[in-house]
């Protein structure tokens, strides 16, 4: 079972490799997402969570607790969100297979999909 150090390692990385993507991946993910969201990851298996917001295509800093009314919720086992960060497992097919839980709506859910 990955640490929550471990986590916050790779969504920090998630974080430098959106911000590293370049002026069109960010401009397709900002009209893709023209507001501002928050983003919160609960990880069930060490009770834990992390929240940032996307803005303009980019993500903000990382915070280690939970926020208040996040837009997008993704819960899911920490093993499993490396794992989909790592490109090792497709975020719609665990989702189908419930190893990750999205709360968002339909419009958010297939601008999460580019980040992943």
Same mark, same amino acid.
């Given at each position: 079972?990955?640490?929550?150090?471990?986590?916050?390692?790779?969504? !920090? #990385?998630?974080? &430098?490799? *959106?911000? @590293?993507?370049?002026? =069109?991946?960010?401009?397709?993910?900002?009209? /893709?997402?023209?507001?501002?969201?928050?983003?919160?990851?609960?990880?069930?298996?060490?009770?834990?969570?992390?929240?940032?917001?996307?803005? !303009? #295509?980019?993500? &903000?800093? *990382?915070? @280690?607790?939970?926020? =208040?009314?996040?837009?997008?919720?993704?819960? /899911?086992?920490?093993?499993?969100?490396?794992?989909?960060?790592?490109?090792?497992?497709?975020?719609?097919?665990?989702?189908?297979?419930?190893?990750?839980?999205?709360?968002?709506?339909?419009?958010?859910?297939?601008?999460?999909?580019?980040?992943?």
């Amino acid at each position: 079972m990955a640490t929550k150090k471990d986590v916050e390692s790779k969504l !920090r #990385g998630l974080i &430098g490799r *959106l911000g @590293s993507a370049g002026k =069109e991946a960010q401009g397709q993910l900002a009209q /893709a997402l023209p507001e501002p969201r928050v983003i919160q990851m609960d990880l069930s298996d060490l009770d834990t969570s992390f929240w940032t917001e996307l803005a !303009r #295509g980019e993500l &903000g800093p *990382l915070h @280690s607790g939970p926020t =208040e009314d996040p837009d997008i919720r993704v819960t /899911a086992k920490s093993d499993d969100l490396i794992a989909m960060i790592d490109g090792k497992k497709n975020l719609f097919t665990s989702y189908l297979a419930g190893h990750i839980r999205v709360q968002a709506n339909v419009q958010d859910l297939m601008a999460l999909r580019k980040l992943l």
